[in-house]
């Protein structure tokens, strides 16, 4: 993403936690910062990328953080997956230091992000969200506001919370189909052209299950994350999520065998091993 913005010339700051993703950016063009506090100086707009919650609150309200650094009328753009809740309460901080909060979660993986046809999923007030359109349209191909801010997040695990629970429905299906006697490749033929058709099937078979390689793609660990912030969201809006609650475990199970960084279409292989 940082990437694209160089390409279509934006003055563009990066810093992360690893130096050589920063030198690596910084040979294409960008300005390699050497902390959170001075990247948030320079900056008018602020994008984040982290893996979870507490890492997001961490990198904006620590003092060396986006909040304390960055100058009035900033506006920072949370492209995480992460709690609305938490979200919101970054919202109401940044609103008393006259700064502009948005959640805008992004779906398309890798490929999506260095293609820029991301869809970004944005929760943002109206002039807010006409401010930062030129640069979402950098970084992805579907962009949705989709009101304000922290409705960005909660659709984006609405999205993860079907994805998870589509893994685990296609990874039964294909070892109950192995077990009575189909191969993998008859089944993917004919589902397909069939009811049973999916993403997940068209994302995950030719990819990652029939060549048996789990490299890369979306990780177990993420997924297991995303399935944890639909239920911690269904307990706060007194929503049960029963089949939610049982994806999250079988993800919970391949995660505990140290598998949480292969692609969650891992799934298979477990089921796989559990039924010989």
Excluded: W
């Amino acid at each position: 993403m940082a990437e694209n913005l160089v390409k279509a010339n934006h003055n563009v700051f990066v810093y992360d936690v690893s130096e050589s993703a920063r030198e690596m950016l910084e040979e294409k063009g960008a300005t390699n910062c050497s902390n959170v506090a001075v990247l948030a100086e320079n900056a008018d707009v602020i994008l984040v990328s982290l893996p979870n919650s507490q890492i997001v609150e961490s990198t904006m309200l620590t003092e060396n953080g986006v909040f304390a650094n960055a100058k009035k009328g900033t506006t920072i753009i949370d492209l995480s997956s992460v709690s609305p809740t938490s979200t919101k309460k970054l919202e109401a901080i940044a609103n008393d230091k006259q700064l502009n909060y948005v959640d805008a979660p992004v779906s398309g993986g890798v490929a999506g992000a260095k293609n820029g046809t991301l869809t970004i999923m944005v929760g943002a007030k109206d002039e807010v969200m006409e401010n930062i359109l030129p640069i979402l349209n950098i970084l992805g191909k579907n962009i949705y506001h989709v009101g304000e801010t922290g409705l960005g997040d909660t659709i984006k695990i609405v999205n993860n919370l079907l994805l998870g629970c589509n893994m685990v429905a296609l990874a039964e299906a294909v070892v109950l189909g192995q077990k009575s006697g189909l191969s993998p490749e008859t089944m993917y033929e004919i589902v397909k052209m069939s009811s049973g058709n999916s993403y997940v099937l068209n994302a995950k078979m030719e990819k990652f299950i029939l060549p048996e390689q789990y490299e890369g793609g979306f990780a177990v660990n993420l997924q297991h994350k995303d399935l944890g912030l639909a239920l911690e969201l269904g307990k706060e809006l007194d929503v049960s999520l029963p089949f939610t609650t049982l994806a999250s475990q079988i993800f919970e199970a391949v995660k505990e065998m140290g598998m949480g960084n292969r692609d969650i279409s891992y799934l298979v292989k477990h089921l796989q091993d559990l039924n010989n």
